[in-house]
Structures are given as C-alpha cells and as structure tokens.
C-alpha cells in the first residue's frame, strides 16, 4: 500500500508521552528510552530547567537509568529511542554508553549533532557509533516541539 505509515514501536510511542510530559512541565519537549531485550530499562524527559542541569537531557536522564538498572555502564546490547536528533552531549554519552543501536524521530538542523552539525559519529576520534536509525515518528515529535515553541512566542 503505497504511502501507508507502519505503526510505532512501543518504546517510540512512548518517548513521545514522554516528551508531552515534558512539555507539561515547562520543558522542551524531549522524551528517550533505553531498551535492552525488549523490556524498557531507563527512560525520560527533559529536566534542564526543572533540575538546574544542564546536562539533564533526555538521553542522560535515560542513559544513566538504564545504567543503574543494568549495574553496567556499558549498554551495548541497549537501543535508545528519542524523540529529537542527539546533540553533540548527548551523542557523546551515547558513545561512551556503547548503545548499540539509535532511533531518533525528528532531526535538528540547529542543535542536532547525528546527521547534522558535528556529525558526531563520523569523527575519528568517536570511540564507538551506534547504528542509526532516523524519521521514525518525526512528524509527532516535530508537531510536538512546533507547538511548544508556538505557546512561547
């Protein structure tokens, strides 16, 4: 069937609830989850502004959960899922987690650090590149980011 959408995995549905709350608590709406043999292992959302950190990014918040779950600081048999394209931070940490693979929905021109600006992965100096996955749920999770920053302006 031409033009037919497939469904979302579950854990990319939820990093977008996961973005909405973030959204309803003030915070640019990001969602993340880490899996590991099909069960969900760390999630969550933006918590910059919230927690005065701004190292509390999606992917973080996520990567150090799944962390704490594993009792392992490598999550190479780990998937991430999240709802923006990963800044050059956050596509470090996902680096030196050793994620295995990563599903990103919306990419960043601006902040996005994947397929856009340092293209962090492709350096030499990267010590491990997840397989990357991209426009998986994009148009949710733009509609989403689109909105927040409309409410804003």
């Given amino acids: ?22 959204a309803l608590m003030g915070e640019v709406p990001v969602g993340a989850v880490v899996v590991c043999a099909g069960q969900i292992v760390g999630e969550g959302y933006n918590l910059t502004r919230t927690g005065k ?9 996520a990567i150090r959960k799944a962390a704490t779950a594993l009792d392992d600081e490598r999550l190479t048999q780990c998937d991430l899922y999240v709802t923006l394209e990963p ?21 960043d021109p601006k902040g996005g650090a994947v397929e856009n600006g340092a293209r962090v992965f492709e350096q030499e100096q990267c010590l491990h590149a997840p397989e990357v996955y991209s426009g998986m749920g994009a148009d949710e999770a733009a509609e989403l980011l689109r909105g927040f920053f409309r409410e804003r302006r």
């Fill in 1 to 22: 069937m031409t033009g037919a959408r497939l469904p979302l995995p579950d854990p990319m549905r939820r990093a977008l609830e996961l973005a909405q709350e973030a």
């Fill in 87 to 107: 800044c050059a931070m956050c596509a470090g940490a996902i680096s030196h987690a050793r994620i295995g693979r990563l599903y990103y929905a919306a990419s």
């Fill in 53 to 61: 950190d701004p190292t509390a990014h999606a992917e973080v918040v």
